[in-house]
């Protein structure tokens, strides 16, 4: 009888040369550069328009932006759209529709500039779990239109 024997096939895919990258020459690494006080100097100026730019259409508008919603701030809400937050671990995929809370914070204004907030407004809810005694108390960003005013804290 004739020993068995094995033979092992290479993939396609390797070899047992190794791999070497090839750098290009260093008169076309020059070539393709631009000198380097020429590159710091316009990356400066492209700095400074981002910088100085001005983000707010006007002042006045979110001067009353603000005030507007920082008469929401410290009131209690109901929320009245179909919510569902993922990210309270003690009650996964929870739907916040019919839920109370307070309003905390305004999103929608940063530094005096308005701010392009999705979710502006952060709200307060607390939730009584079964086999807890403190409630377990979380955060959501809505929108104005998904909660409505139901009385002052």
């Not at 393709?32 to 006007?58: F, K, M, T, W, Y």
Request: overall charge positive; some cysteine.
């Amino acid at each position: 009888m004739a020993p068995a024997t094995a033979t092992a096939v290479a993939s396609p895919s390797t070899s047992s040369r190794p791999l070497h990258r090839r750098l290009p020459p260093t008169t076309s690494m020059s070539a393709r550069c631009l000198p380097l006080p020429r590159c710091r100097g316009g990356l400066r100026i492209a700095r400074q328009v981002a910088v100085n730019g001005d983000v707010s259409s006007s002042s006045s508008v979110v001067v009353a932006e603000e005030a507007a919603a920082a008469s929401k701030i410290g009131k209690r809400v109901r929320v009245t759209a179909p919510v569902r937050v993922h990210h309270v671990s003690k009650a996964p995929d929870l739907d916040l529709r019919g839920m109370e809370g307070v309003v905390k914070q305004y999103a929608g204004v940063w530094k005096g500039k308005h701010i392009t907030a999705n979710l502006p407004f952060k709200v307060e809810f607390e939730l009584r779990v079964d086999g807890q005694d403190k409630p377990v108390r979380f955060f959501a960003h809505l929108r104005e239109e998904e909660f409505e005013l139901v009385g002052d804290e």
